[in-house]
């Protein structure tokens, strides 16, 4: 069976800060998505990635921004961290468009 | 866009007991996928059900497609169980979009 990993499990940052989360798949897997979610707000889709080099945007990418350097790997940029936020963001990938989605365990994010 | 309601909110039951589960979305859906998430944060798909009825173990998922709903029947809980349920059509290829979930409690 296949893995998929995150990196950090728990990030903290400080405001206006950059900052990089990383996640690997050994499934093979065409595509990759980042989510985010947030208490009580369910998870909401920042940006997917179809396959190698490709990017598309999701509801949330303003803020955001992301790079499928090679099919196994996805990277997630907070390009200026938010005082007080907190979020859990989650990275999935899955075979082709009507396939089923493994997640990743997740990255914890606060910034203070 | 899609949007997704997810009934009831919350549900407590005691260890063997039947859960039902609602989802009731805006928009036709090619994919309808349940997920767990655990106490802990870990997400893992149950099933995909665009369609029709499916059974695994002790889950059963309808889907009624033109009424643009599904649910979910957990037999005999335990509290394993315990847990977080989401509903996900997706939206168009590649898009799936989550319900805030059903939080379950199973009590011993």
């Known amino acids: 069976g296949g893995i998929i990993t995150q990196t950090p499990k728990f990030l903290i940052g400080q405001e206006g800060q950059k900052l990089t989360l990383k996640c690997q798949q050994n499934?093979?897997?065409?595509?990759m998505y980042w989510y985010r979610q947030d208490s009580g707000k369910g998870l909401r889709l920042i940006y997917y990635?179809?396959?190698?080099?490709?990017?598309q945007k999701g509801d949330l990418s303003e803020g955001y921004d992301a790079s499928r350097e090679k099919k196994s790997s996805f990277s997630l940029t907070v390009t200026s961290a938010q005082k007080n936020e907190m979020a859990v963001f989650l990275c999935?990938?899955?075979?082709?468009?009507?396939?089923?989605?493994?997640f990743g365990s997740g990255t914890r994010l606060l910034v203070i | 866009g899609q949007q997704v309601q997810q009934s009831p909110a919350s549900l407590v039951l005691q260890e063997g007991e039947n859960a039902e589960l609602q989802c009731n979305f805006s928009?036709?859906?090619?994919?309808l996928q349940w997920f767990y998430q655990s106490p802990g944060g870990s997400l893992v798909s149950l099933l995909s059900?665009?369609?029709g009825t499916k059974h695994t173990g002790r889950l059963t998922s309808t889907t009624v497609t033109k009424e643009r709903r599904s649910s979910l029947h957990i037999s005999s809980s335990q509290t394993t169980d315990s847990g977080t349920y989401l509903c996900?059509?997706?939206?168009?290829?590649?898009?799936?979009?989550f319900g805030k979930g059903t939080h379950l409690h199973v009590l011993p």
């Open positions: 996900a059509p997706d939206t168009n290829a590649y898009k799936v979009i």
């Open positions: 059900n665009p369609s």
């Open positions: 928009s036709t859906a090619t994919q």
């Open positions: 999935a990938s899955s075979l082709n468009a009507n396939s089923d989605y493994t």
């Open positions: 499934f093979n897997h065409d595509t």
């Open positions: 990635s179809i396959t190698e080099n490709d990017l």
